[in-house]
């Protein structure tokens, strides 16, 4: 096999058994003996239930555990919902939280770099899927530089220091005790287990490669991310990856309330409950500035091929006068937004200031008085003598 173009050095990097091996054998198994085992015995509703509640649990703690909360800190969640969401995810099979979120900001920083992503997709589909994965290639090395907020998390850190014995007993122990209960555990083990783990791998792993070849770019060209909406169905929401990757700190993919989301929705209905707070979105003006931005470049290369092109040209540039002017006073209205809240921060510390300062002239004054007392009453006590 030769050397993925754009990899470091002429040699094909060393290849790496436990991925591979574990990425064949589950795959060889949901295509053979799944599809085997239900023709001979069949398989009942309530595993197919499993399967997919079970996998919808392993989805939703990559995408709102693993990726929006842990890796873009779009939220913050409750200390409940974090370890839902760190065993849930070492049931998904895609590494512990903390590579996998260090991995992903590489990603966000040095996207379609090739020797810096680590799932670049200029490196084509397979790589960006899955060979990045089945190599020791020089762009995926470990390093939680990046990450130090996460090594103070001590669910991160717990599930990172023992992810071996949790992914077992998710993977294995879970499907198990669920086949004993129902009194077919080979059933559940394929559906629960392998079918499950094989389908979550590779609907997360196209956002990697589909989400970044396949798709419209209304918010920027300025990398390969796509929006597509067959993507987002499959992925909770994920497939808005165009927007994402342009305001990665929305806990939002898909902002449109008819965008398929369930993700945010799901994030959403926690903060009800007080299991998430501080939602973060990017302001809508910031959002219309980055789509016009794109409809004005297109407008641009579409003008060198129109046969009017002064005509056009002339209303094209009073609109980018207009963009212009909107974008200076929504600048100017911001900063004089952040100026207020600035004074109002500085009235605030000052009255706290004058408050504090009182409090001490009281506390002063009441001593005072104590220290007087005293004084009278040793006045009483030891009488000064006339000289």
Known sequence: MNAVPGASGPATPPRLWVTTILFTSTALAALILVPLYGVLYGYHWYQWLAFAVYGALCGFSITAGYHRLWSHRTYEAHWFLRLVFAL?????????????????RRHHRHVDDNEQDPYSANRGFWFSHIGWMLRDYPSGKVDFDNAKDLQRDKI????????IAITAAMNLGLPLLLGWLTGDIIGMLLLAG???IVVNHHTTFFINSL?????RRPYTDENSARDNDLLAFFTFGEGYHNYHHIFQTDYRNGIRWYQWDPTKWLIRTASWFGLARNLKTVPAMRIQRAMLTMQFKRAEQKLQQSSHKERWHQLLEKEAQEFS????????????RYENARERLMAKWETAAIRTRVKELEYSLKMQRKRLQIMMEQFHLCPVTAT
């Open 88 to 104: 849930f995810g070492a049931a998904a099979l895609q590494n512990s939280i903390l590579v996998w979120c260090s991995g992903h």
């Open 194 to 196: 392998v079918l499950r």
């Open 156 to 163: 991160v850190m717990w599930q990172h220091n023992h992810y």
């Open 325 to 336: 002017a909107a974008l200076n006073e929504w600048k100017e209205l911001q900063s004089r």
């Open 211 to 215: 989400a970044h070849i396949w798709g």
